[in-house]
């Protein structure tokens, strides 16, 4: 991880909890940013020029317009793990809480 990881910039989070993978997004977006692997969809914070094109077609609302977040955890399934665990609490429970 070098300095760069600490920058912040903006991704789409599609929640994987709301998601029925319709392929919509993806086939939708004009540069190729949305990709998913099995079990769930991820804008690439690379390659996302913020067009909000893959907004409105969601049939769930599963994409948020953007979220701010590390530059290293952009990009990533993990990220997307993440944010799942911490909107259900998990969190709290993998401290005790
Ligand atoms: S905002 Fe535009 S470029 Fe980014 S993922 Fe959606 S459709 Fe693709
Ligand atoms: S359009 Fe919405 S529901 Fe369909 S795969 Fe993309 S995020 Fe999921």
């Known amino acids: 991880m070098d300095t760069n990881d600490f ?3 903006k991704q789409h989070l599609i929640d994987p909890e709301i998601c029925i993978r319709c ?7 004009p540069v190729g940013a949305i990709t998913h692997d099995s079990r769930n ?9 913020l067009c909000m094109a893959c907004i409105s ?3 769930t609302g599963s ?3 953007w979220r701010t977040m590390p530059k290293a955890l952009a990009m990533t399934f993990i990220a ?3 944010q ?3 909107s259900v609490g998990a969190g ?4 005790g809480g």
């Open 7 to 9: 920058q912040v910039i």
């Open 23 to 29: 392929n919509t997004c993806e086939a939708i977006c």
């Open 41 to 49: 969809y991820v804008v690439k914070a690379d390659v996302c020029n």
């Open 57 to 59: 077609p969601c049939p």
């Open 63 to 65: 994409i948020d317009n």
């Open 80 to 82: 997307v793990l993440l």
């Open 84 to 86: 799942s665990l911490m």
């Open 92 to 95: 709290a429970l993998w401290m």
